[in-house]
């Protein structure tokens, strides 16, 4: 808003009537004093008016120069976050390198033990028929195939077989799954206990796939 600037009230006022002369120098000197302090309120009003402006332009530097430090940061965020992901990428690679190292000294292991593969599928053709006698309720054919106890060779071959091709603590956990349940199986079938048999069959079974399945065992035998 405009200020307007009053150094001679008077100025304003109309002329008293008392010569043409004085009228006349009067009238135009307080025409020229007016349009001088109007002029000067005005340039005064300008200069005061001009600071905003240069206040939003120092405002406007400001952001710019933050939007240009922010833009600097996130290109060093960004540099490190690259250098982050190539590092993750790298464990990466190396963790596939090693897994398929694992994997083919396993399969190497596979390939030269003959025999205890065939401990293992003596072992997939027991489960089979323990499993079709316990359907048919036939837990005396369920004893034959299995024996009285867990010290039966064949059982005793098998973890020969378990021990072998074992690595990781994953796979020794399903093997002691797998030799509790064959424990209470065998027990359960002494008992005629049909079941307390087929609880403990499932679980048997269950154990002994999970472990074939880590070791890589399951593409090597027939039946599972």
């Known amino acids: 808003m405009a200020t307007v ?42 200069v005061s008016n001009f600071s905003p402006i240069i206040s939003k332009r120092s405002l406007s530097i400001s952001l710019a120069s933050s939007l240009l430090l922010s833009l600097t940061g996130n290109g060093i965020f960004n540099a490190n976050a690259a250098i982050l992901e190539a590092d993750e990428d790298d464990e990466l690679m190396e ?23 065939g401990y293992l599928q003596d072992l997939v053709y027991k489960l089979s028929k323990v499993g079709q006698s316990i359907e048919n309720n036939d837990l005396s054919a369920a004893s034959s195939v299995l024996g009285q106890s867990t010290d039966a060779d064949w059982i005793q071959k098998v973890n020969s077989a378990f021990n072998k091709f074992t690595g990781s603590d994953e796979e020794k956990t399903e093997i002691d799954s797998f030799n509790s349940s064959l424990s209470s199986l065998v027990s359960s079938v002494t008992k005629n206990d049909i079941e307390g048999s087929k609880t403990a ?9 999970k472990w074939s ?12």
Do not use: M
Not at 201 to 209: D, G, H, R, T
Not at 213 to 224: A, D, N, Q, S, W
């Open 5 to 46: 600037c009053l150094s001679n009230p008077k100025s304003f006022l109309p002329s008293l009537p008392s010569s043409a002369s004085s009228s006349s120098s009067s009238s135009s000197s307080s025409s020229f004093s007016t349009r001088k302090q109007i002029i000067v309120c005005k340039a005064e009003n300008n």
């Open 95 to 117: 963790k596939v390198k090693r897994d398929r190292k694992k994997r083919l000294e396993r399969q190497g292991i596979i390939n030269s033990s003959s025999k205890e593969k």
């Open 201 to 209: 069959f499932v679980a048997s079974a269950s154990a002994f796939e």
């Open 213 to 224: 399945t880590l070791t890589g065992l399951i593409e090597e035998l027939k039946g599972l």
